[in-house]
């Protein structure tokens, strides 16, 4: 089955860093969405992304789907301590109205 | 702003047991979603329902079954539970499939002893 890789698996960053992670797959997707989990709750969507080579923002949040619809990238710039939780990626594949391939997540800790 | 609300937030269960876990939507979404979350794994797809009345196998369904007899309410069971589902069990919903992102429940952490 389809298998999205995502890295790193952990990043250990001082306040004001910035942040980037990403997800790739050999499988196109046709859309990429990045959520955010925090501890005791469910994952919330940061940013979606329908279109290829598509660049948007979320206040300090920037993602991009690749141009080979086979990655996407998450950029968090002047990290915060409120910034720490579990990302995940999630990608639509072109032949299902319905199933979305999941990243195993990075977590980010932000040192003190 | 209730969204999608889980039920047990947490449960104990011996190996055997049975148990119903309840998600309940506001929102009206046509598609609800049951998935699973694992130590470093990414969510995977128990099963699904497209609307009311309907449900269909997901990635890893065996072990579970799913009703929804109302369109707010979509319900996993698990029958005779094993110590393989100890497991955070998330619920979703959307409204049309893979045209807009799913929203997500707070979990239901099941421990099965």
């Known amino acids: 089955g389809q298998q999205l890789n995502q890295s790193p698996q952990s990043m250990f960053i001082q306040e004001g860093e910035d942040v980037s992670m990403n997800c790739t797959s050999s499988s196109i997707f046709n859309t990429w969405l990045w959520y955010k989990q925090e501890p005791g709750e469910g994952p919330v969507l940061l940013i979606a992304?329908?279109?290829a080579g598509e660049l948007t923002s979320n206040g300090r949040l920037t993602a991009q789907f690749g141009i080979t619809r086979k990655d996407s990238f998450l950029n968090i710039s002047a990290s915060i301590p409120s910034d720490v939780g579990i990302y995940f990626c999630a990608g639509q594949p072109p032949d299902s109205n319905y199933q979305l391939i999941w990243g195993a997540g990075t977590k980010l800790i932000i040192k003190p | 702003n209730a969204g999608v609300t889980q039920t047990p937030k947490f449960r104990v269960l011996k190996t055997g047991q049975s148990m119903t876990l309840l998600c309940a939507q506001d929102m009206n979404h046509e598609y609800m979603y049951w998935y699973r979350q694992d130590p470093g794994m990414g969510l995977r797809l128990i099963h699904y329902s497209v609307g009311e009345g309907t449900t269909a196998k997901g990635e890893v369904p065996d072990g579970y079954n799913v009703s929804r007899l109302k369109k707010q309410n979509f319900l996993l069971g698990l029958e005779s539970a094993a110590p393989s589902q100890t497991s955070v069990y998330f619920c979703?919903?959307?409204?049309?499939?893979?045209?807009?992102?799913?929203?997500f429940g707070d979990g239901t952490r099941l421990s099965i002893l």
């Open positions: 992304l329908y279109k």
């Open positions: 979703a919903s959307n409204d049309r499939g893979n045209e807009e992102p799913q929203h």
